[in-house]
């Protein structure tokens, strides 16, 4: 893999072994996939399409069961990947859950220097408070940052955990669902915070897994559709979200729109497949 790429996945399968059926459950399957630096990809797919299981790997979490997973210039199998995961930055809405309620909105995004959950104020420089708070600034949460994290609103939490992630400077930056459960008012806020966040650093590639195109930000680059565990495609954006392109994901028949960066799908009533 040359520098210019994240991560390159070849022929990736992944699978579980079903005790009940007595057989293998395929969650990934023939998976090839490549991303460059910058570029900001969408990962759409239905309920269990595999787009979590696939952030695993992205995140050097979980190991392919056949296939080569490169990450950063490291494969994983014959890497530290302990180190690996601190070049990745990884958020999951349900994280919130994991910190203590009475811990600020700071402390919270100033453990992400250590990469813990608990804060460990004597083990942080200086610059690490600082970053920390640049990345609140470019999450819209500087003016929360003495809130207690217990009484965030969903949307304010995960803008909190992806400055958290950032405070590591990492390379490459996955983000599972970041916009599940957010009202529209927290969702653009978040798309615009996603937008500053590109802006301010433009090597950094990003992965957002979404069930729904309106949570795309415009800058999003590239797109991956995924079914059943397998590629429907993946391809530039505008190449990508096309509606026979979701209607195959989704099973559907889907129509898109465009308008001001952003995209927009609905669905006939009589299109299900």
């Known amino acids: 893999m040359d520098r210019e790429h994240s ?7 992944v ?16 998976v090839d996939w490549r991303a460059r630096r910058g570029e900001l990809w969408a990962l759409l797919g239905p309920n269990g399409a595999g ?16 296939g080569t997973v490169e990450l950063l210039g490291e494969r994983l199998g014959s890497t530290d990947v302990f180190r690996l995961r601190e070049r990745i930055g990884f958020v999951d809405a349900r994280l919130d859950r994991r910190f203590a ?28 408070r600082e970053h920390a708070g640049q990345r609140l600034q470019t999450m819209g949460m500087a003016q929360l940052a003495g809130r207690r994290f217990g009484l965030c609103s969903h949307g304010e939490r995960t803008r909190a955990l992806i400055a958290r992630a950032l405070v590591a400077r990492p390379e490459l930056l996955l983000l599972d669902e970041p916009g599940s459960g957010l ?15 590109i802006d301010e650093q433009p090597d950094l590639t990003v992965v957002l897994a979404t069930h729904h195109l309106e949570e795309l930000p415009p ?31 989704f099973g559907l028949d889907v129509r898109v729109a465009r308008s001001a960066g952003r995209w927009h799908a609905t669905a006939a009533a009589a299109g299900l497949r």
């Open 219 to 249: 800058a999003t680059t590239h797109a991956l559709l995924l079914r059943g565990g397998r590629i429907v495609a993946a391809d530039a954006a505008e190449a990508t979200l096309t509606g026979a392109n979701l209607g195959a994901c």
């Open 7 to 13: 991560f390159a996945l070849d022929d990736v399968a």
């Open 183 to 197: 009202d529209f008012g927290g969702r653009e806020t978040l798309l615009e915070a996603i937008g500053r966040l």
């Open 15 to 30: 699978w579980r072994w079903d005790a009940d059926a007595g057989e293998r459950r395929p969650l990934l399957d023939a």
């Open 101 to 128: 309620p009475e811990l600020t909105v700071e402390q919270v995004v100033r453990t992400g220097a250590t990469g813990t959950i608990g804060l460990f104020e004597d083990r942080l420089a200086p610059e690490h």
């Open 51 to 66: 787009k979590t299981t696939l952030l695993t790997l992205l995140g050097a979490v979980e190991f392919p069961s056949s």
